[in-house]
């Protein structure tokens, strides 16, 4: 059994098949194992590559994980918050924030926008007409328009509604009217402030699953340039260019593009051009090491201002105080961008000077406290869902599904936007149908 990247998803399926007794290999690129889910240490600090937490959204899955972790698993309990011209309201949006925080001219022209969302068109996919009718155009452009041309890099109408996501799909103006009035409307389902967290940093969730796989079944180094089929089965796999491996059975986590891509012989031409014009976006960190004992308390901070690169940011202290030493903190910027961006492109000193300047102007951190700096890459972070994403992706996996030993798994390989409850839970399904076929 191969499993292709050994990020959470294909760990995941590693993992379970291991408690199937079922051999397997997992090769991924890196030199660690974790993909884009890794915790990184600089001289005493620690901190992640991303907002990583994981929730309670999967009872079962939830009692899987603690069993794996023990211990080192922490129920956290932290806010996150919107940072909105010198003020931190909460996320998701309370209209107590709203009315306390904005002016009254500007709730004034929200209200009358709020009443022509209601009269005007409804049931557009696009995301800005789901914003706009949710919350009207003021709302929608202070809150939500701004930080997701800023995330997917897009103009917002091009966007599926679906990138609102659980957090905001049962939530309008109206819900929050209510929440307003009373908080027995509102439940919980949409508060992210409760989450469990490993001690020592989410790379402690792949690292315990790799040591329970068996270091000899993870091949670190371990690039996938080829992947040959007879157009009924997957046949091998070519490691670095040179190195050839038969397969039996194969689980992808890869990006969709990159296996389309490698697939020898090339898949047909339709197929092709719809994994070609799939997009995903890159996000690069910017990482500040700060003397002080806190910025807030808040476990993300999300910036919606068109004028600060960066749309999230968090302090890993407050997720654990392992991840900063005695009287110091950190401070985490994420930074969208497409591979041909500035942003990614940039030398390290000119970008994190960039973000640098941009922290400070929002006032969380003063210039003479801030003792060293870092920035890490992440690629392939996010699938961009635009409006038609859906129809290229039933194309493509039409066509993957006539392969009988292949299954794909993955935000990067199914081109979705799921969460680590989401991959551990398609890890146990697919290790479950593989077993069966093996």
């Known amino acids: 059994m191969l499993v292709l990247g050994g990020g ?19 090769y991924d690129t890196m030199d660690k194992p974790g993909g884009n ?14 907002a990583h937490r994981f929730h309670d959204k999967d009872p079962e899955i939830t009692v899987q994980v603690k069993g794996l972790m023990g211990d080192e ?35 004034i022209r929200a209200g009358i926008d709020l009443l022509k969302s209601r009269c005007g068109k409804r049931g557009a996919d696009d995301f800005e007409s789901f914003a706009v009718s949710a919350y009207g155009r003021s709302m929608a452009d202070r809150f939500l328009l701004n930080y997701s041309r800023k995330l997917w890099g897009i103009p917002c109408h091009e966007l599926s509604s679906e990138i609102s996501g659980e957090r905001l799909r049962h939530m309008t103006f109206v819900t929050l009217l209510k929440h307003f009035i009373s908080r027995r409307y509102a439940g919980n389902a949409h508060y992210e402030g409760d ?9 402690q969730l792949p690292e315990m699953m790799s040591a329970r796989i068996g270091s000899e079944n993870i091949q670190l180094n371990s690039r996938v340039t080829g992947i040959f089929h007879n157009e009924k089965r997957m046949e091998g796999i070519e490691i670095n260019g040179t190195a050839l491996v038969n397969a039996c059975q194969v689980v992808s986590t890869l990006p969709v593009v990159d296996f389309i891509a490698m697939m020898r012989p090339a898949p047909p031409q339709d197929i092709l051009e719809a994994a070609r014009a799939l997009k995903f976006r890159n996000i690069r960190l910017a990482v500040f090491f700060i003397r002080g004992r806190g910025i807030n308390k808040a476990a993300t901070m999300y910036f919606p201002a068109g004028r600060y690169i960066f749309t999230r ?17 950190s401070f985490v910027a994420e930074v969208p961008c497409f591979a041909d961006d500035w942003a990614w492109r940039a030398d390290s000193p000119a970008f994190t000077e960039k973000v640098r300047e941009q922290v400070l102007e929002t006032g969380l951190v003063r210039r003479e406290d801030i003792v060293g700096c870092a920035d890490e890459r ?26 009988d030993n292949l299954e794909i798994s993955g935000r990067s390989g199914l081109f979705k936007y799921l969460w680590i409850h989401n991959l551990v839970r398609e890890g146990r399904n697919i290790a479950g149908r593989v077993a069966v076929r093996m």
């Open 8 to 26: 959470i998803a294909g760990l995941s399926v590693a993992y379970f098949l291991k408690h199937r007794d079922v051999p397997v290999t997992v």
């Open 37 to 50: 889910c890794r915790t990184i240490r600089i001289r005493d600090f620690s901190f992640d590559t991303g």
């Open 73 to 107: 698993l922490k129920r956290i309990s932290a806010p996150s918050k919107i940072f909105d011209e010198g003020r931190m309201l909460s996320f998701p949006l309370e209209l107590r924030d709203v009315f306390i925080s904005m002016d009254t001219s500007f709730m």
């Open 195 to 203: 989450f469990y967290y490993p001690e020592r940093g989410i790379g």
């Open 313 to 329: 940011g968090y302090e890993p202290k407050n997720r654990s105080g392992f991840m900063s030493p005695q009287g110091m903190t």
């Open 378 to 403: 992440i690629a392939h972070a996010y699938p961009v869902l635009e409006r038609d994403h859906r129809e290229k992706m039933v194309t493509i996996s039409g066509y993957l599904s006539g392969f």
